[in-house]
């Protein structure tokens, strides 16, 4: 009887284990969310676009503190023109560029004839 007692006790600890792991990646593998700190990279017309849920692609120009590698800047869908990085982003991939640490600061680029 102690020993049955002692199995099922153990069953349920390992469950709740289970169950706290699965929790717990989960919440490690959640998509960044928009802080202060990332808003304040972006300049005031973009901030504008994060807030009203801009549906299409935004024109920008990123700002490094260190220049990425090209294969980096392409993973980020951005191209060097010169010294800049520019591309057009959805949110999703702006916020994941704002979120950087080597992200200096991001503006809205109004004339997109690259």
Do not use: N
């Not at 990279?41 to 807030?51: N, T």
């Amino acid at each position: 009887m102690i020993r049955t007692t002692l199995v099922f006790a153990a069953l349920l600890a390992g469950g709740c284990t289970t169950q706290a792991t699965a929790h717990t990646e989960t919440a490690e593998s959640a998509p960044p969310q928009w802080t202060r700190a990332t808003l304040r990279r972006l300049d005031p017309v973009l901030r504008d676009q994060v807030r009203e849920g801009e549906r299409g692609r935004i024109a920008i120009k990123v700002f490094f503190l260190d220049d990425p590698g090209d294969d980096e800047l392409a993973s980020l869908l951005l191209s060097r023109v010169g010294h800049q990085a520019i591309g057009r982003v959805a949110l999703a991939t702006l916020l994941r560029i704002a979120s950087r640490d080597d992200v200096d600061h991001i503006e809205a680029l109004s004339d997109i004839g690259y």
